[in-house]
């Protein structure tokens, strides 16, 4: 690495040996292959996943779930353990893109943090605004993509005590 004439020392380093581990990313992983690997950044735009010490992939945000989501930190923690596919590499760069939703079945989605509170319970479901009729009457309540019909007692008493003023 280096010499020292005056002082009579040489520097040399076992490392610099080594191959990088970017060097032989192609060699070891390919497109399309699955990796396991531990959260270890977030990012507005994504999650950086370790896939081995040295290299690190990036699931973008738009690849982390079937739906879309705001932002990673709604369904990931640094730490996590993941698995994803591969759907990039460029070694030079020292980048590779990974997808977590390719492993979910369509109709499945990555569960927000939220979505469990701290007994573990599913959270209470939503509702979107009613529709109204031309008319001001209620048409249907429909929850969030699941087509089911429903309205709360408590929209129905608040809708009767509007409509008896």
Do not use: C
């Amino acid at each position: 690495m280096k010499v020292d004439a005056e002082g009579r020392k040489v520097s040399i380093s076992y490392k610099q040996l080594q191959p990088q581990p970017w060097d032989i990313v192609a060699e070891k992983y390919a497109v399309d292959d699955i990796i396991h690997g531990k959260v270890v950044r977030i990012v507005p735009f994504g999650a950086f996943v370790e896939v081995e010490k040295g290299i690190d992939g990036l699931v973008h945000v738009s690849q982390i779930s079937h739906e879309r989501i705001e932002t990673p930190a709604t369904v990931l923690n640094v730490g996590d353990e993941v698995d994803a596919k591969i759907i990039a590499i460029d070694p030079a760069a020292k980048k590779m893109n990974l997808s977590i939703k390719a492993l979910l079945p369509e109709g499945e989605r990555k569960k927000s943090r939220r979505a469990e509170n701290e007994e573990g319970e599913k959270p209470e479901r939503r509702f979107r605004a009613p529709r109204r009729t031309n008319d001001d009457e209620l048409s249907d309540w429909s929850d969030r993509g699941s087509g089911s019909v429903g309205i709360s007692v408590g929209d129905i008493l608040a809708d009767a005590q509007k409509n008896s003023k």
